[in-house]
Nanobody
Framework: QVQLVESGGGLVQAGGSLRLSCAAS????????MKWYRQAPGKQRELVAT???????TYADSVKGRFTISRDNAENTVYLQMNRLKPEDTAVYYC????????????WGQGTQVTVSS
């Protein structure tokens, strides 16, 4: 059974930092791309960062230079280091992976709230 469990969210002042973690289980973690999404109130869910099984990384323009995605394949965990946080980064952050099991299926964690005060 695929499980993604996020942690590390919280309340931080603008300019501060947080590190999110997503512990994964139930699939071959090291060979799969992992993504972080976020969803702010009243807005659509947006892709924040991706790291492939081979280590290729991409970021949304809005977080480039401030956020860093990384993975620890020994711990089956993906991280999102968020620095110089802004109030507009306030959202629920979700870990995601997509697996092929007869067809492509998306898997999501429960989300972790990040609130940045001005």
């Amino acid at each position: 059974q695929v499980q993604l469990v996020e942690s590390g969210g919280g309340l931080v002042q603008a300019g501060g930092s947080l590190r999110l973690s997503c512990a994964a289980s139930g699939f071959a973690f090291s060979s799969n791309a992992m993504k972080w999404y976020r969803q702010a109130p009243g807005k659509q869910r947006e892709l924040v960062a991706t790291i492939t099984g081979g280590g290729t990384i991409t970021y949304a323009d809005s977080v480039k230079g401030r956020f860093t995605i990384s993975r620890d394949n020994a711990e089956n965990t993906v991280y999102l280091q968020m620095n110089r946080l802004k109030p507009e980064d306030t959202a629920v952050y979700y870990c995601n992976t997509r697996l092929y099991r007869g067809g492509w299926d998306n898997y999501w964690g429960q989300g972790t709230q990040v609130t940045v005060s001005s």
